[in-house]
C-alpha cells in the first residue's frame, strides 16, 4: 500500500512542478544551470538508448520502468531540450496507463498524458503544429475518459480550427462523433450536429480532391459521417439552420454552394430557400452546374420556360451524365408546352450523350403517339399511321436497350391494337409491307401494317 501511494504522492507531484515551473519563454534549452544541461544531456541520452531498445521490442510491458526516471528528469528540468520527449511521452505514459495498479494511479497517469500534450504545446506548439498536437490529445484522452465528451470535443475542435484542411481524417470522425453524443445527452442543441457537419465535409472534400495520399482514408471517413449524419439531416432541420447562414452571408460564393449542395443532397429542393440560394449564386458565380441546378429546380416548379432557359445553359458541363439529363428535362418541359419538335429533338440530342439507353426512344415513341389526335387525316389510314412510327421507336429502343424492353412491349401491344385494319388499307389503295411516309410534324418513312 505504501508502494501504491508514493506512485500515486511522486505522479501528482510531478504535474504541479511544471506549473511552478519559470517563464517558459526564458527556460534555457537544457536546464536552469550548467550542472542542470549535464544532467539534462545525460538522461536525455540514458532514456533515448532505453527507448530505442524498447521499441525494438515492441514496447513489452515493464521493459522501461527502470528507464523512466531518465525521461521523467527530462521532461521536468529540461523541456525544451529535445521534441521526444514529447514524441515518446505518449508512449510511455500510455504503457503507465495500461499497466496502472488501480483506478487512482490510472488516473493519475492519465492527467500526467495530458499535461505531455500540453507542457508539449507551450515549447513545441509552433504555428503549424498545435492542431495536431491538440487532435492527438483530444483522441487519447477520448480513449481513456470516453465520458468526458465536453472536453474531448472542446479539445478536437479547436484542433479543426487550427489545422483546417490539413486535419487528420481521424480526428475529423471523432469530433463528429461526440458533437452527436453531446446532443444526445442534451448538453447541446441539435444545431451543434449540423454545424460540425458543414466544417468537417468540407475538409473531407478538399483532401478527397487535393489529397492523393490519404484518399481513400478521407473517402472512407466520409461514407462514416454521412450514415451518422443521416438521422439529423431533415429538411426541418437543415432549412432553419442555413436560412440564417444564407441571411447573414447572402454575397458568400462558397457558402451559397454549400447550402446548395446540402439542400440537394438531401430532397430539399423545393423549399423556398432553395431556390433563393440557387438564383443567387447563380448570379454571383455563373455555372453550367449552377444552371443545371436551377433547371432542375424550375422543373419541378412546373416553370418550365424558365427550365429550359438554365438547362440551355447547363449543356455545357462537362459531365456528360448532367448534359444528358439537361437534354432529356428540356425535352419534358418541350411536351409540356406542345412543342413536340423541340421535345424529339432535345430527346435525340439526350440519346446522342447515352447511346445505349432505350429511355429516349420510348420519350419520343409516345410523343408520336400522342400525336395521333393532333395530327388526324381524312382516312383511317391517315388518322391511325402514327401508330406505325411510335411501334418503330419502341422496337429501337428495346435494340438499343434491352433493359427497356419489358416497357416497350407493353407500348407495342397497346399501340399496335389501333393500327389500320386489312380493309381500310385496301380501301386506301396501299399493300401491307410498302413504304409509307407519316407526314404532320414527324415527316418520317415507315412500314404499313394491319392491326392483328
Not at 51 to 72: I, L, M, R, T, V
Request: with cysteine; net charge negative; hydrophobic share 35%.
Amino acid at each position: 500500500m505504501k508502494t501504491k501511494l508514493f506512485v500515486l504522492i511522486f505522479v501528482l507531484f510531478s504535474m504541479s512542478s511544471f506549473a511552478q515551473d519559470v517563464n517558459p519563454m526564458t527556460m534555457p534549452k537544457y536546464g536552469r544551470t550548467p550542472e542542470d544541461s549535464i544532467q539534462c544531456l545525460t538522461n536525455l541520452s540514458l532514456y533515448r538508448e532505453s527507448f530505442k531498445q524498447w521499441k525494438q521490442n515492441k514496447y513489452k510491458a515493464g521493459e522501461f520502468d527502470n528507464s523512466y526516471q531518465y525521461w521523467k528528469w527530462c521532461f521536468d528540468n529540461c523541456p525544451k531540450c529535445s521534441q521526444n520527449i514529447y514524441v515518446d511521452g505518449t508512449t510511455i505514459i500510455g504503457d503507465k496507463i495500461s499497466s496502472a495498479e488501480n483506478e487512482s494511479i490510472k488516473q493519475a497517469y492519465i492527467d500526467t498524458l495530458m499535461m505531455v500534450y500540453d507542457q508539449r504545446l507551450v515549447y513545441f506548439g509552433g504555428k503549424n503544429g498545435a492542431g495536431n498536437i491538440l487532435g492527438r490529445k483530444g483522441l487519447d484522452l477520448l480513449k481513456y475518459r470516453p465520458d468526458s465528451t465536453q472536453a474531448v470535443y472542446n479539445i478536437l475542435r479547436e484542433s479543426v480550427d487550427e489545422d483546417g484542411n490539413q486535419s487528420k481524417d481521424g480526428v475529423l470522425d471523432a469530433l463528429f462523433r461526440i458533437a452527436i453524443q453531446l446532443y444526445k445527452n442534451e448538453t447541446a442543441e441539435k444545431d451543434i450536429i449540423l454545424d460540425n457537419y458543414d466544417v468537417v465535409m468540407s475538409i473531407i472534400d478538399y483532401n478527397i480532391a487535393n489529397n492523393a495520399k490519404d484518399k481513400e482514408k478521407y473517402v472512407n471517413v466520409k461514407g462514416s459521417i454521412e450514415s451518422a449524419f443521416e438521422p439529423f439531416a431533415s429538411c426541418e432541420d437543415l432549412i432553419p439552420l442555413y436560412t440564417k447562414k444564407f441571411e447573414e452571408s447572402p454575397e458568400d460564393v462558397a457558402l451559397l454552394e454549400k447550402i446548395s449542395y446540402m439542400l440537394d443532397n438531401k430532397g430539399c429542393t423545393s423549399s423556398e430557400l432553395f431556390e433563393k440560394v440557387s438564383i443567387q449564386y447563380h448570379s454571383l458565380n455563373p455555372s453550367p452546374e449552377s444552371a443545371f441546378m436551377l433547371g432542375k429546380m424550375m422543373y419541378k416548379k412546373e416553370n418550365y420556360e424558365e427550365a429550359i432557359k438554365y438547362l440551355s445553359e447547363a449543356v455545357a458541363m462537362a459531365d456528360s451524365t448532367k448534359v444528358y439529363n439537361a437534354y432529356y428535362v428540356m425535352a419534358a418541359c418541350y411536351r409540356v408546352l406542345d412543342n413536340y419538335p423541340k421535345a424529339r429533338e432535345m430527346a435525340y440530342r439526350a440519346a446522342d450523350y447515352d447511346t445505349d439507353n432505350g429511355e429516349p426512344l420510348l420519350f419520343i415513341g409516345d410523343l408520336y403517339g400522342q400525336s395521333a389526335s393532333k395530327c388526324s387525316g381524312s382516312t383511317l389510314v391517315e388518322k391511325n399511321c402514327i401508330y406505325w412510327v411510335a411501334v418503330d421507336m419502341f422496337n429501337q429502343a428495346k435494340r438499343v436497350d434491352p433493359s427497356v424492353a419489358e416497357q416497350a412491349n407493353q407500348r407495342i401491344a397497346l399501340y399496335s391494337q389501333h393500327f389500320p385494319n386489312m380493309e381500310s388499307i385496301f380501301f386506301s389503295d396501299l399493300d401491307e409491307g410498302d413504304d409509307y411516309e407519316v407526314g404532320c410534324w414527324i415527316n418520317r418513312k415507315t412500314k404499313i401494317r394491319a392491326a392483328k
